[in-house]
């Protein structure tokens, strides 16, 4: 079965560089979480879109911003990045009007590393 | 605001045996959801059991299972006959059911428990 997709799956930048993490949600997905783990922590969520539309916001600095695009796909934008910056960002789809099926999938994350 | 807790920084169990994950969590909602998420070195977020507020039957998935009670805010998570594989980083996660009926909602993660599972 097809899974979500995230790229790059490593990526390393200097400090104030931008960066783009794109992921491509399990097709018929209409729902897709962006997630923040720092080392050693629990993933935070950063924010969630539906329907290309943003549905809900968490702790995301304002250097990033999101979307979501006409194929369900959506790219995180991270700029002037910083060293705190540097984690493991997942990507998590779901699909909406599907009775008893309130699942996230998870891809296997982006690892932007800030130097 | 919801908050899920997990006390057990780390938990050790030899193989073949037994072991349990705590997890509490606040929360003022009447509709939520209950997840455990499985996390081994390779970092992938694996869905290992899911538990429905309004249903009072304990989840089971083969050798995982909850105990699952709702008044306490209590959501405890059983692994039988631990296998070496079983050695991860354990989350419980708390969802509300989102603002449409039917959907999905932001997860909210403990802080982790790593569990080692010994030969």
């Known amino acids: 079965a097809a899974g979500v997709i995230q790229s790059p799956r490593h990526l390393i930048k200097e400090k104030r560089e931008t960066a783009t993490l794109k992921c491509y949600p399990i097709?018929?997905?209409?729902?897709v979480y962006w997630y923040q783990q720092g080392p050693g922590q629990d993933p935070q969520f950063l924010i969630s879109?539906?329907?290309?539309?943003?549905?809900d916001k968490g702790s995301i600095p304002d250097r990033f911003s999101a979307q979501q695009f006409s194929d369900y796909h959506s790219e995180l934008n991270m700029s002037s990045l910083e060293l705190g910056d540097s984690a493991l960002y997942f990507c998590?789809?779901?699909?909406?009007?599907?009775?008893?099926?309130?699942?996230?999938?998870f891809g296997p994350g982006t690892r932007l590393t800030v130097l | 605001a919801q908050t899920v807790t997990q006390s057990q920084p780390e938990m050790s169990v030899q193989e073949a045996e037994t072991v349990t994950l705590s997890c509490t969590y606040d929360?003022?909602?009447?509709?939520?959801?209950l997840f455990w998420y499985k996390q081994p070195p390779s970092r992938q977020m694996i869905l290992v059991i899911r538990?429905?507020?309004?249903?009072?039957q304990n989840a089971t998935e083969n050798r995982f299972s909850v105990n699952f009670q709702k008044a306490a805010k209590s959501f405890s998570l059983k692994i039988s006959d631990s296998q070496l594989g079983d050695t991860a980083m354990y989350f419980c996660?708390?969802?509300?059911?989102?603002?449409?009926?039917?959907?999905?909602?932001?997860?909210?993660f403990g802080t982790g428990t790593r569990l080692q599972v010994f030969p």
């Open positions: 998590a789809s779901s699909l909406e009007w599907t009775r008893g099926v309130d699942e996230q999938f």
């Open positions: 097709p018929r997905h209409d729902t």
């Open positions: 879109f539906y329907e290309k539309m943003q549905s």
């Open positions: 929360t003022s909602e009447n509709n939520y959801y």
């Open positions: 538990q429905e507020a309004y249903k009072q």
């Open positions: 996660a708390f969802m509300k059911q989102g603002p449409r009926s039917y959907n999905t909602d932001k997860l909210i």
